[in-house]
Antibody, heavy 119, light 109 residues
């Protein structure tokens, strides 16, 4: 059974760095074709793709956010970590991690974690 | 990096068919057969409905179908049911990145 769970702070202050951890089970990120994405959704708004890491440790980032994002994995712990620097209130959103098959489509999503940026 | 364009809302009566469009560019939808569709009920995580333009994951009703022509992909829901009322998002590979659609709220009248 595939599960993913996001963890991290619910509240961050403007200019701070956000660190989110995705802990997953039911698959290995060292298996060919396996990838994990981070996707966010501001309240009442659309989904926005942020970053992806694949089994070969290749990393891909949103063009508009790539200067602020870093994605990494710890295969032994079944974890993927996303950091986002210089947080702003517009970054308030539910952040999802998601298994992405063949780096093409998301077949499993975490339940999401709401991050609020406020002083 | 612009979002793919979807109609804000689409509605239909039970039993009817509706189609949601997803318009991109020659850099995303038009270049790759890697369009997926997701259904999202309020307060829930999205659910995969269609991948690679027209493939249906196991467990998804065959009332859902996908297609693509040029820079526009489409999701058709036939035999509309009350449970289909939700938000729907398309997503396309765009060459080392991905882009989601603006989202469509489907209302069952």
């Amino acid at each position: 059974q595939v599960t993913l769970r996001e963890s991290g702070p619910a509240l961050v202050k403007p200019t701070q760095t956000l660190t989110l951890t995705c802990t997953f089970s039911g698959f290995s990120l060292s298996t060919s074709g396996m990838c994990v994405s981070w996707i966010r959704q501001p309240p009442g708004k659309a989904l926005e793709w942020l970053a992806l890491i694949d089994w070969d440790d290749d990393k891909y980032y949103s063009t508009s956010l790539k200067t602020r994002l870093t994605i990494s994995k710890d295969t032994s712990k079944n974890q993927v970590v996303l950091t986002m620097t210089n947080m702003d209130p517009v970054d308030t959103a539910t952040y999802y991690c998601a298994r992405t098959r063949y780096c093409d489509w998301v077949d499993y999503w975490g339940q999401g974690t709401l991050v609020t940026v406020s002083s | 990096q612009s979002a793919l364009t979807q109609p804000a809302s689409v509605s239909g009566s039970p039993g009817q068919s509706i189609t949601i469009s997803c318009t991109g560019t020659s850099s995303d939808v038009g270049s790759y057969n890697l369009v997926s569709w997701y259904q999202q009920h309020p307060g829930k995580a999205p659910k995969l409905m269609i991948y690679e333009v027209s493939k249906r994951p196991s467990g998804v009703s065959n009332r859902f179908s996908g297609s693509k022509s040029g820079n526009t992909a489409s999701l058709t829901i036939s035999g509309l049911q009350a449970e289909d009322e939700a938000d729907y998002y398309c997503c396309s590979y765009a060459g080392s990145r991905y882009v989601f659609g603006t989202g469509t709220k489907v209302t069952v009248l």
